[in-house]
């Protein structure tokens, strides 16, 4: 049915709600919200009025809402958290809906929105006009975000609940479905009384049936703070609002990850508490945060199964309370104030909270919790390590992916296995705490220091890390069981961290960086031409055709190594022959001898060595220079040259 204008109507004061508009409208026509809502064309089935609708109004309800009560279109929408600008500028609402039950405890879960309004009784009093005196002042959208407790206009906290009947004024009692409204039929109600239902009444009048205490001529019930804490957490939610509001003198940068992140530490703080309890200033609020957090704890860490008991409420929502919100937040607040010291101390501020609270949450609530979006920093911090990797294991959130590091190199520049050169240099000092180290253990810690700078420019597991390299997951897991048992101790892993920290530090400073993912993505068709062959080998007469004698296939192997820095066991050429069912052992056979001549200097095999790394030396520059597959042609190598060390093919 089209809504037609209501024979009178009310202007929306600044920031008002929904519900509280609908509450005035219905006390000055002297009708039911219920019966103003379907005037408006607002109701849905049974005379619901949806919750939805505090966030935002789809365009035909929003036209007869303006339509009906003489309102402009942006009137209309700023009765809506939407409409006022607070979806862009507080992060947990950006993704919420309320079209359902489970979408509201989602939406709780999130700290995204309350639907049972707090309040501030000197605010709902009014300003002593007599349209305020006579209709009642506005309920403000703000009072329904978890993270406002405290009205900075009148330096108090908010209250929560009714002082007479001690009840929220728009949650129902049982399991009753929440609404943009609590008894929407009733009639007569000031919008500032308690519409909260009295159990156990017979009466049919529909004001009797409600609690009808004035919220605005109460304080409410509030706990009582002494002026110290009270003025830190006032200091707060002045910094809150200025994120959430256009004020005079706003933050020099918008933090778009400040709410994401305040609300993902107020949850470590409380799952892990006491823990936490040096994050807080005074012993008055700690005890706040006690009187929520500790109920909670004992929950969690109740052994499953543990007897039948009534049903628990979610551990997730924000305290009804605004005083224990207030004081939970602070400390949350403290903390994220040490984002910004740098990675490795806001990890190590954030890590023992961590531990504690996922050890007692359930595996697929500490999982939820992993998936939540929070900032890079954040993620970093939160993110378990095992051995100085990622955890490989469970739930692989997308924050996994989150860089350990901020760098100015990337992937590409990583080698699969780390040049000697730079192994050399930056592995003194652990090579000397461990003593003795075989060339065999060398290779499996250049292998696994390369993962560890994949992780650091990446994120990821250390399996996410070898698949960006090409090395087989055996081969990576392999290097990773090998380095466990090599360096053993937490000092020794220190000292590792240290060492890659030391490279990831010159790559960045190098202004001439290898593209290393451009040679592999270059030398994948690539392979060793007959005619190049011949001329590598001319002047070698030892050379005698056996199964392992060098061969164009094992030179390929060598010279792919050589260019793009790995291991010539994951070659191409080599994974071609093993795909097609050839036995690869006469191949391999061959690089070794080759590799073992070149650290002997000594023979035909290791004057081959030399020519292939003069080679490897051109054709690296070719792949870094050229177009498309164009990579090395013409004369390769002169006689003279046979003996020479000519060229190179980067870092080795």
Not at 214 to 223: A, E, K, M, V
Not at 348 to 361: I, K, Y
Not at 366 to 375: E, I, K, L, N, V
Not at 376 to 383: F, G, K, T
């Amino acid at each position: 049915m089209e809504s037609r204008a209501l024979p009178r109507s009310l202007a929306p004061f600044p920031e008002e709600s929904l519900p509280g508009f609908l509450l005035r409208l219905a006390y000055r026509l002297e009708r039911s919200p219920a019966r103003i809502g379907a005037l408006c064309g607002l109701s849905t089935m049974h005379r619901r009025l949806p919750a939805d609708y505090l966030i935002a109004l789809p365009p035909q309800p929003a036209k007869a809402l303006a339509k009906a009560a003489r309102l402009s279109s942006p009137e209309a929408q700023s009765l809506t958290l939407a409409g006022s600008g607070l979806t862009s500028t507080y992060a947990p609402l950006v993704t919420t809906r309320l079209d359902q039950g489970r979408n509201h405890a989602a939406a709780r879960r999130r700290w995204a929105i309350n639907l049972s309004s707090r309040f501030c009784p000197q605010c709902l009093a009014g300003d002593g006009t007599p349209v305020q005196d006579t209709f009642g002042s506005a309920w403000k959208l703000r009072w329904h975000l978890p993270v406002v407790f405290a009205c900075a206009q009148h330096s108090m906290l908010l209250s929560s609940a009714c002082p007479q009947c001690d009840n929220l004024p728009n949650r129902p009692p049982g399991t009753e479905r929440s609404g943009l409204l609590m008894q929407r039929a009733a009639v007569g109600l000031h919008p500032a009384q308690c519409r909260h239902p009295l159990l156990g009444t017979r009466s049919t009048a529909a004001e009797t049936r409600c609690c009808g205490a004035r919220l605005d001529q109460s304080r409410g019930s509030q706990p009582m703070m002494t002026h110290a804490d009270l003025d830190r957490v006032l200091t707060l939610q002045l910094h809150i609002d200025q994120h959430l509001f256009a004020t005079p003198s706003p933050p020099a940068k918008k933090d778009p990850y400040f709410f994401l992140d305040l609300v993902a530490l107020a949850h470590l703080i409380k799952f892990s508490w006491p823990l936490g309890a040096s994050l807080v200033r005074s012993a008055h609020l700690a005890s706040l945060i006690d009187s929520h957090a500790t109920a909670i704890a004992q929950r969690l860490d109740r052994p499953l199964g543990s007897g039948p008991g009534p049903r628990q409420s979610s551990p997730w929502p924000a305290p009804d309370n605004p005083a224990q919100c207030a004081a939970l937040l602070a400390a949350a607040g403290e903390l994220l104030s040490h984002r910004d010291e740098g990675d490795a101390e806001f990890r190590d501020r954030v890590q023992p909270l961590a531990r504690t609270a996922f050890e007692r949450l359930p595996s697929n609530q500490a999982a939820g919790f992993r998936r939540m979006d929070f900032s890079p920093v954040l993620a970093r911090a939160l993110a378990r390590k095992i051995n100085g990797f990622y955890h490989a294991g469970g739930h692989r959130g997308s924050k996994l992916r989150t860089p350990s590091r901020k760098c100015l190199f990337g992937i590409e520049h990583v080698p699969a296995l780390l040049p000697t050169t730079w192994s050399d240099g930056h592995f003194a000092e652990l090579r000397e705490r461990l003593g003795a180290i075989t060339d065999w253990n060398t290779r499996h810690l250049r292998r696994a220091t390369s993962l560890k700078l994949v992780e650091m420019v990446a994120g990821g597991t250390w399996s996410e890390c070898a698949e960006a390299l090409g090395t087989p997951l055996t081969t990576a897991q392999q290097s990773l069981r090998i380095l466990k048992r090599v360096l053993g101790t937490t000092e020794s892993w220190a000292e590792f961290d240290r060492a890659v920290e030391r490279i990831a530090y010159a790559l960045d400073s190098d202004t001439n960086r290898i593209d290393y993912a451009n040679r592999r993505r270059a030398l994948s068709p690539w392979r060793l031409s007959d005619a190049a062959w011949t001329e590598l080998r001319d002047g070698f007469e030892t050379f005698r055709g056996g199964p392992t004698s060098p061969s164009p296939t094992a030179a390929t192997a060598l010279l792919w190594a050589h260019v793009t820095q790995g291991d010539y066991l994951h070659s191409p050429v080599l994974h071609a022959l093993r795909d097609s069912g050839s036995d690869t052992t006469p191949v391999v056979a061959s690089v070794n001898q080759i590799l073992r001549a070149a650290c002997r200097r000594q023979g035909e095999k290791a004057l081959l060595a030399d020519r292939l790394e003069h080679y490897a030396g051109r054709l690296a520059r070719a792949c870094d220079h050229a177009h498309g597959s164009q990579l090395v042609t013409g004369s390769l190598i002169a006689k003279r040259d046979c003996t020479a060390n000519g060229g190179s093919s980067g870092r080795k």
